[in-house]
């Protein structure tokens, strides 16, 4: 029998999942980052290998690859993520199935998967709810530019190749519109929290 509760938290680019991601841990939830285990991803040589064969080996500066160069030429269209997700999605996976052994076999029973990327990556059969969080467009260019200091166009152009607000609705257990105050967005998770 399970003895474990498995959260996906996914959701828009520049939606504030960070924010909701802290109200879960100030809850005694554990977080397993997918922007961390792509970190570690990228290092492994195998996926160094297929990712400078598919976009560039000029993308490798002093051994490691240039990861703003590659989100550059992996977030132009919708084919080049599918590429790139083809290559990190299953080194990803393997990370995330020992880091959650890993809190399990510690005993921690509220887990939560922060992974933008959830649905593409088929994560999200595993999970026992799911947490997308989206804001208004312009929200999300605004924090977009500030947060990764590129332009808007960049930022209209990874919006664009994700999955919209109504996927979202539609496929998770629980939506949540972050375009007001932190306190607001708590009031929304803390409801949520209470509910799962």
């Known amino acids: 029998m399970k003895k474990y509760k498995l959260i996906g938290l996914t959701g828009t680019t520049g939606s504030g999942k960070s924010q909701v991601r802290k109200i879960f841990e100030e809850n005694g939830y554990k977080v397993i980052d997918a922007d961390i285990l792509a970190r570690e991803a990228i290092k492994n040589d195998i996926v160094k290998g297929n990712i400078l064969a598919l976009f560039g080996v000029d993308l490798i500066e002093n051994n490691e690859i240039n990861r703003k160069e590659l989100a550059k030429r992996a977030f132009k269209d919708k084919n080049s993520v599918s590429t790139l997700n083809a290559v990190m999605h299953p080194y990803i996976t393997m990370l995330f199935i020992k880091e959650l052994k890993r809190l399990t076999d510690l005993g921690e029973r509220k887990i939560i998967f922060d992974a933008p990327q959830l649905f593409e990556a088929g994560m999200d059969i595993i999970c026992d709810e799911v947490v997308a969080v989206s804001a208004d467009e312009k929200i999300r260019i605004e924090r977009i530019t500030n947060r990764d200091k590129i332009s808007e166009e960049m930022a209209k152009q990874r919006i664009k190749i994700q999955f919209s607000d109504g996927f979202f609705k539609e496929n998770c257990d629980y939506y949540i519109e972050n375009n007001s105050s932190f306190e607001d ?12």
Request: net charge neutral.
């Open 185 to 196: 967005l708590k009031a929304k998770v803390q409801e949520i929290i209470s509910e799962i």
